[in-house]
């Protein structure tokens, strides 16, 4: 082994155990809450509150509320709590009346402990109860008075197997991701040559790239009288056209934490217009393009990135646009505004990783045009863009976590909203480079392999 193959295999395993070692330091699963639930059926409709804390003084602040609606037929209620909860108050309703309770656990990622009904059978502990009838592990309660609750002392041993599964969970996660990583290092030291043949030619043609970008953005509207202006009114109409739908057709349109919808829906559906005209544009670019192709002396290989920026020159109006729908409820720029820069990288990054591929596919397969307008359609609904990822039920929220778009979606709300670094999202984060840097070294390959053969195609 030559002194220049060494060095490079020493730098290789250094980037990979120090990948590694920031991995099992920073990425954690959620450690702050766990789900207390149990089902209900009763004979009226009420509202039912948990109360949690360190002590039996009950404080509103430190309690959840929920309301049973359907009478006579079985609501599960959810309430997340703190972990180092040792004490509850159970609070069924606020009228008298008769609730059937069952199936009382608490969870937290995927794992279900049964409380202990031997406290919650015990008077001591029970006020304004009139008779509990215990029925296996369901529990037939007449609540007499107005405020109806009963206590409970948490059971050390409970949150004790559930922090000892959550650890090992998170170290089985914790491994996988670095399985993924350290191949995902190798195949980009593998295919290094042609990563860095991409990325050199993107950087000798930065000039071009840039004025072509321009004169794509300038002539795809030339020939009409408005102009660009109809690059920003067909996505205006859409906005405005899913805001009537859910706000009055639907009366779907509900604040959601406080955010009207208008601003809540726009900040996750101007990402997704970014991320669906780049990838639409990407991918026809060598058809589009078909006489610079044919050229034997120019880079075809920055064609993609001529469309997706041309797409982006769009998107930054849409965000100025935000800023003003966003001021006008009050939600001013603040410090977490520089993560625009962040997420916007990681669409434009998603986009070319995908694009290569597809840019390349498309010259010998013209259906896949037709597909991906059928996968946008359906992504586009598949990502909690016009609704809330929490509707969908916590065990299969991780099912939409696995696209990308979801990450930039809610990378977007954090930013104008929520106020979250993208780094507190430490799975999220590294899952959607790993995933991104992955399409991003297929893209690549499967354009250099297919790219001698374009000119004889088109």
């Known amino acids: ?236 109409v859409t906005i405005l056209v899913y805001w009537f739908v859910f706000e009055y057709g639907l009366k779907a349109g509900s604040p959601i934490k406080d955010v009207p919808f208008i601003l809540w829906f726009m900040v996750g559906l101007v990402p997704w217009f970014f991320f669906q005209e780049g990838l639409l544009n990407a991918t026809n670019c060598m058809v589009e393009y078909s006489y610079l192709v044919k050229k034997v002396v120019f880079k075809i290989s920055i064609l993609p990135i001529v469309k997706i920026i041309s797409a982006l020159f769009v998107h930054l109006v849409f965000v100025g646009f935000l800023f003003v729908v966003a001021g006008i409820y009050r939600f001013y720029p603040s410090e977490y505004t520089i993560q625009l820069i962040y997420y916007s990288f990681c669409t434009f990054f998603l986009v070319l990783a995908l694009s290569y591929a597809t840019s390349a596919i498309v010259v010998f397969f013209k259906d896949l045009g037709q597909l991906i307008n059928i996968f946008l359609q359906i992504g586009m609904w598949m990502t909690p863009i016009m609704w809330s990822y929490k509707m969908v039920p916590e065990n299969y929220q991780w099912i939409l976590k696995l696209s990308p778009m979801y990450y930039i979606v809610e990378g977007y709300r954090d930013t104008f909203i929520n106020h979250v670094w993208f780094f507190e999202r430490y799975f999220q984060t590294v899952y959607f480079w790993v995933i991104s840097f992955g399409l991003f070294v297929i893209g690549v390959i499967i354009f250099k392999k297919l790219k001698p053969h374009f000119a004889d195609v088109l």
């Open 1 to 236: 082994m030559n002194k220049r193959k060494f060095i490079k295999l020493m730098i290789l395993l250094l980037v990979v155990c120090i990948s590694n070692i920031l991995i099992f330091k920073f990425c954690n699963l959620d450690d702050k809450n766990i789900t207390l639930s149990y089902k209900v059926i009763a004979n009226k409709q009420d509202s039912y509150q948990v109360f949690y804390g360190n002590d039996t003084v009950w404080r509103e602040e430190q309690s959840q509320r929920n309301s049973y609606t359907d009478v006579n037929k079985q609501e599960s209620l959810k309430f997340s709590i703190p972990k180092d909860t040792t004490d509850l108050r159970f609070d069924f309703g606020e009228h008298p009346g008769n609730v059937y309770v069952s199936d009382i656990k608490l969870s937290d990622w995927g794992k279900d402990i049964n409380i202990d009904l031997n406290q919650i059978l015990d008077n001591n502990n029970q006020t304004q109860i009139g008779q509990i009838r215990c029925q296996g592990d369901s529990l037939n309660i007449d609540t007499i008075g107005n405020d109806p609750h009963i206590s409970y002392k948490m059971d050390s041993n409970i949150i004790s197997n559930l922090q000892g599964y959550k650890n090992t969970l998170n170290n089985i996660v914790k491994l996988f991701i670095c399985l993924l990583i350290d191949i995902l290092i190798l195949v980009l030291n593998k295919k290094s040559k042609i990563v860095l043949m991409l990325i050199q030619e993107i950087e000798a043609n930065r000039t071009l790239i840039w004025n072509l970008s321009k004169n794509d953005f300038k002539t795809k509207y030339a020939g009409s009288y408005l102009g660009i202006i109809w690059a920003f009114i067909q996505p205006i």
